[in-house]
Antibody, heavy 122, light 108 residues
């Protein structure tokens, strides 16, 4: 069965960077895209970006462009999300999700990870 | 960018009664391939979102048939024919890579 296991909670200071990992299993890693979505406390869902483990192609939300980077490690079927120049409003639960398909334009999150809480505080 | 607007933002429903959530897009979501990639998710309290409906009206595996989706162009609706206690949570529509604000469903 498809599983996504995320790394543990993080506490960071403003200006620092954070890397959250998403280890996948139960399917062919390169056949499906991976999306990242975050949710600030008490708020809605915000799409952050997408990566194709097959090609390495990425798409990022415009408001996060330049601060977010997605990368894959096919040897461990893991996708990493790095967010830099952290601010207090980056405090959120960060979810990885395996997409329905491998094609960016016609796919959507299907299987979701449990989420990783990132707290940004001085 | 497309803006997805959900109404209402909250809903209190008596068990066994129907519920309806609207999702309106700021522009048509019909893609050049003829498909409409409008989906619905439920996020139960303390849980990750889960896929309910994809491509407007296709129920995801394991989703009860009391859930249905409809719509076209810019206007879409999620309906629950008879709300049950396990249906509480926040419902989100999603088009492309944009989510609606969410609609919180509670039981009376």
């Amino acid at each position: 069965q498809v599983q996504l296991v995320q790394s543990g909670p993080e506490v960071k200071k403003p200006g620092a960077s954070v890397k959250v990992s998403c280890k996948t299993s139960g399917y062919t890693f390169t056949s499906y895209g991976i999306s990242w979505v975050r949710q600030a406390p008490g708020q809605g869902l915000e799409w952050m970006g997408w990566i194709s483990p097959y090609s390495g192609n990425t798409h990022y939300a415009q408001r996060l462009q330049g601060r977010v980077t997605l990368a894959t490690d096919p040897s461990t079927s893991t996708v990493d999300m790095e967010l830099t120049s952290l601010r207090s409003d980056d405090t959120a639960v960060y979810y990885c999700a395996r997409d329905r398909h491998g094609r960016y334009g016609s796919s959507w999150p299907e299987y979701w990870g449990p989420g990783t809480l990132v707290t940004v505080s001085s | 960018d497309t803006v997805m607007t959900q109404t209402p933002l909250s809903l209190s429903v008596t068990p066994g009664q129907p519920a309806s959530i609207s999702c309106r897009s700021s522009q048509s979501v019909l893609e050049t391939d003829g498909m409409t990639y409008l989906h619905w998710y439920l996020q139960r309290p303390g849980q990750s979102p889960q896929l309910l409906i994809y491509e407007v009206s296709r129920r995801y595996s394991g989703v009860p048939d009391r859930f249905s989706g409809s719509g076209s162009g810019t206007d879409f609706t999620l309906k629950i024919s008879r709300v049950e206690a396990e249906d509480v949570g926040v419902y989100y529509c999603m088009q492309g890579r944009t989510f609606g604000q969410g609609t919180k469903v509670e039981i009376k």
